[in-house]
């Protein structure tokens, strides 16, 4: 009886959450008002399992991926350590030369099994661009931009059932250019985050059947701000709130599904809009000028308070900023898997809602997933993206050259 309750509870909340997306889908232009940060590229999901359910990953089970979703979840992972590599080319329906790459991994520390340091770099390849050239025959300028993290976490149990991690992380993004022609210029950026997780995990009976039940938070990128010009324009990192649920059961021998459910928000103060404000009269310029440069010149920390309380639309416009995942992954014995999920973000803060789905094979040694999105307006560019990952496990590892040496 729980396991059809859960069941139709997810399809219900699933359904319901796309009739909004529907209902939602023409929205006013003054309505239209997304958070705007710097080095966007630190919230796409690098891989292709919890990208496979709509960008899901605070309370599933641990994996080579935790360090984006949530690394405390390294604390509870089954082997004693492994390797990630995920591939995504980004956009290919506009460009073919915009990419990213991923790898991740963790290794657990010590006898007592309660503590992992775990790392991952990733690079965003934002392609060739080529800008300039002028009528005079000035030639064009060839750059080749891209985003780069590298971060290093450390996860512990607390108890039995919660642990907590902390990752701490260096970001570049590199967009520099000169164009000797318009004289325009622009220098690299860099920044410093920390992100702060927590996972709790217990083992309920439904029934005569041993259930799993979790629960997690991620806190991640709160840092410096970045600037490509020296200090006179400041951007936010994309500092993220990731709240999440999963429930798994089994459903026969060797036989288990899983639901689950994780909550966005982006700490990130709005920024003022020159339509907000009464741009006809010197008194209106002069107060949203006011206004943006104390947006420009906010700390950090102060942002992320301000970020609940400082849209123009009040606390409606503030329930409009949280993304909602939805998914649910089947296993056989933990060596097939076949994965579903839907991302919901509201039309006036991007409208970035799709469908996902997406499989998995794995042997002792090695794991293969892939995932397929697709958005649910066919203009999206991000419609019909893939996701490609590959991961090592050392224990089996470990016991494939144990057995090849006797």
Not at 167 to 195: C, H, K, M, P, Q
Request: aromatic share 14%; proline share 4%; with cysteine.
């Amino acid at each position: 009886m729980m396991k059809r309750n859960l069941f139709i509870f997810f399809s219900l909340a699933l359904i319901l959450v796309s009739f909004s997306a529907h209902a939602d889908n023409e929205i006013k232009d003054n309505e239209f008002n997304p958070v705007n940060t710097g080095v966007t590229t630190l919230s796409i999901a690098p891989d292709a399992r919890g990208s496979s359910m709509g960008n899901l990953g605070a309370a599933t089970d641990p994996d080579m991926n935790s360090q984006f979703w949530n690394p405390s979840k390294y604390a509870f992972g089954y082997s004693t350590g492994g390797l990630s590599l995920s591939y995504t080319p980004w956009l290919r329906k506009i460009v073919n030369d915009i990419f990213l790459a991923n790898l991740a991994g963790y290794w657990k520390l010590g006898s007592g099994d309660n503590q992992a340091l775990s790392a991952s770099l990733r690079y965003f390849s934002l392609g060739e661009v080529t800008s300039g050239g002028s009528e005079d025959g000035t030639a064009a300028m060839t750059i080749n931009p891209y985003e780069f993290a590298i971060d290093l976490g450390y996860s512990r149990k607390l108890s039995e059932k919660f642990s907590m991690g902390v990752v701490l992380r260096y970001i570049l993004s590199d967009l520099s250019y000169n164009n000797t022609y318009t004289g325009e210029s622009n220098t690299a950026a860099s920044a410093f985050s920390v992100d702060l997780s927590g996972y709790y995990v217990t083992y309920p009976m439904v029934g005569r059947n041993e259930c799993q039940f979790s629960w997690g938070f991620d806190i991640s990128n709160i840092g410096t701000k970045v600037s490509y010009d020296h200090g006179a324009n400041n951007a936010f990192l994309p500092t993220n709130f990731r709240l999440g649920a999963n429930f798994m059961f089994p459903l026969a021998d060797y036989n288990t599904l899983s639901f689950g459910l994780d909550l966005n928000k982006l700490l990130v103060p709005t920024k003022p809009r020159a339509k907000d404000y009464e741009m006809e009269t010197a008194e209106g310029q002069a107060e949203y000028q006011e206004a943006l440069d104390k947006w420009n010149d906010m700390s950090p920390i102060t942002g992320i308070f301000k970020s609940f309380s400082d849209a123009p639309g009040g606390f409606g416009e503030e329930l409009k900023e949280i993304n909602l995942s939805l998914g649910a992954e089947y296993a056989y014995n933990q060596q097939f898997f076949a994965r579903l999920g839907y991302n919901y973000e509201h039309p006036s803060k991007g409208g970035r809602s799709y469908f996902a789905f997406g499989a998995g094979f794995s042997l002792n040694v090695v794991q293969l997933d892939a995932s397929y999105m697709l958005a649910t307006a066919q203009s999206s560019p991000l419609d019909q993206t893939l996701r490609f990952t590959l991961t090592f496990d050392m224990d089996g590892l470990r016991d494939l050259l144990g057995k090849r040496g006797r």
